[in-house]
Every structure is written in structure tokens, then in C-alpha cells.
């Protein structure tokens, strides 16, 4: 079983920044590939981000490519979304989501844990 608790969300101006994290509750966090997704009122959850294992290679919405950043601390089993040039249609609630499987599977929203979601609002 493995916990995902979110943080670092909040109201922000567009244009603004904001820093979401991801901490999971498991010792083999570096064996999971980790995920973000976001769900917006009235619409379905959409694939984000996502980071592999290692690290390595990340993996991008073309909504958020070049504004997003996803990154993972292995050590302190975190995982990051650094969000920049916010507009007021990032505004939904963000999930973060691990699953073993790979990328193909957390980009297809089949994720094994999935954390409680933390609300995002972009003011105009």
C-alpha cells in the first residue's frame, strides 16, 4: 500500500508560479513511476505530467509543456510539479499518482495509488 499526500497548492495570479509535492509512504518509491493529473469542475480528469523512475525522462500534456516541470527526489521519496506562467485554465484540482506499470499506463490515468488532490485557482 502505498500513500500519497499532496501540498503546495493555492491561489495565484495568472502568470504566477506555484510548487506542488508529492510525498509517498513506501521504500520502494524509485521502483514506482509517478504521475500528475488534474480535474477541472465540470470536466474529467486529464494526464499532466509524469517522471520515470529514475528520474530520467519526463513526460508532458502539450497543454503545459514548456510551462510545467516535473521532477522526483528518490531520497526523500517526493515528486514535484513546478508550475510557471499560470493561466486561469490550469485552475482544477490536482492529483499526483504512482503506479509500476510504466509510462503508458500513468499516461492512460491507470495508476495503482493515487493521492487525495490538492486545488489549484489561477485569478485573471
Known amino acids: 500500500q502505498v500513500q500519497l499526500v499532496e501540498s503546495g497548492g493555492g491561489l495565484v495570479q495568472a502568470g504566477g508560479s506555484l510548487r506542488l509535492s508529492c510525498a509517498a509512504s513506501?521504500?520502494?518509491?524509485?521502483?514506482?513511476?509517478m504521475g500528475w493529473f488534474r480535474q477541472a469542475p465540470g470536466k474529467e480528469r486529464e494526464f499532466v505530467a509524469a517522471?520515470?523512475?529514475?528520474?530520467?525522462?519526463?513526460y508532458y500534456a502539450d497543454s503545459v509543456k514548456g510551462r510545467f516541470t516535473t521532477s522526483r527526489d528518490n531520497a526523500k521519496n517526493t515528486v514535484y510539479l513546478q508550475m510557471n506562467s499560470l493561466k486561469p485554465e490550469d485552475t482544477a484540482v490536482y492529483y499526483c499518482?504512482?503506479?509500476?506499470?510504466?509510462?503508458?499506463?500513468?499516461?492512460?490515468?491507470?495508476?495503482?495509488?493515487w493521492g487525495q488532490g490538492t486545488q489549484v485557482t489561477v485569478s485573471s
Open positions: 517522471v520515470s523512475s529514475t528520474g530520467i525522462t519526463t
Open positions: 499518482a504512482a503506479d509500476t506499470s510504466g509510462v503508458r499506463s500513468i499516461k492512460g490515468g491507470r495508476a495503482g495509488y
Open positions: 513506501t521504500r520502494t518509491f524509485s521502483s514506482y513511476v
